[in-house]
């Protein structure tokens, strides 16, 4: 089993849809949760945290369920400018490691 | 807004040759970490890096790599005898909270290395 796995994608929506993607981790000692987006050949950025109480961001909303090891990422009103592979990263208790997850494409068309 | 530099952007080598990558991470950060992206694939953490010394490795991080800090602002990827299999982007990246590993880490613009 995968450590990070997340839906394959591409999504591809019209500008001001919601987008939903989901991740799950097989690791129960993992203790940090990210969502980093990626654009094409560059470096991850990191895009949010995700907090057990989840958390939001402007158009952007993170969950996590510790019980069933997942994580999501909610995108309303989506821009041009979201296009882009949004990568679900996890780390151990303790570890510094990143652990990715191979990533969800996105395309929002006009 | 400080950020991670990577030298070259690109480098192309011969099989068996040596490479050095070289990254200056942000300068009030402690953990420094190299990570690769093979092409169509996912992101891997290859080594981090703390206080003059290799802090966690993964598999990959084998005896061709080392990783050197030979001056106060400079980082650096070594692989001794490159392979094929080695092309890929390398990212370093760094983080500046002690007691707190998920503390963000800020991802240089990477290395792309193409061994041929």
């Known amino acids: 089993r995968k450590e990070v796995e997340q839906d394959p994608g591409p999504f591809n929506v019209p500008e001001g849809a919601t987008v939903a993607f989901n991740c799950t981790y097989s690791?129960?000692?993992?203790?940090?949760f990210f969502w980093y987006r990626q654009d094409c050949r560059k470096e991850p950025k990191l895009l949010m945290s995700?907090?057990?109480s989840g958390n939001e961001d402007g158009r952007f909303t993170a969950q996590l369920n510790r019980a069933s090891q997942y994580i999501s990422l909610l995108i309303r009103d989506s821009k041009l400018s979201d296009s882009a592979t949004y990568l679900c990263v996890v780390n151990l208790a303790g570890r510094r490691a990143l652990t990715f997850g191979s990533g969800t494409r996105l395309q929002v068309q006009p | 807004e400080p950020e991670v530099t990577q030298t070259p952007s690109h480098q192309v080598t011969q099989m068996g040759q040596e490479v050095i990558l070289r990254c200056v991470p942000i300068s009030n950060h402690l953990y420094f970490y190299w990570y690769r992206q093979i092409l169509g694939q996912k992101v891997e953490f290859l080594v981090s890096?703390?206080?003059?010394?290799?802090?966690?490795k993964s598999e990959i991080f084998d005896d061709q790599f080392s990783v050197e800090r030979p001056d106060g602002s400079n980082f650096t990827l070594k692989i001794r005898s490159t392979k094929l299999e080695d092309s890929a982007m390398y990212f370093c990246a760094s983080s500046d909270r002690l007691q707190d590993p998920s503390y963000e880490q800020y991802f240089g613009p990477g290395t792309r290395l193409t061994v041929t």
């Open positions: 890096f703390y206080n003059n010394e290799i802090s966690e």
């Open positions: 690791n129960s000692a993992s203790q940090s």
């Open positions: 995700v907090y057990s």
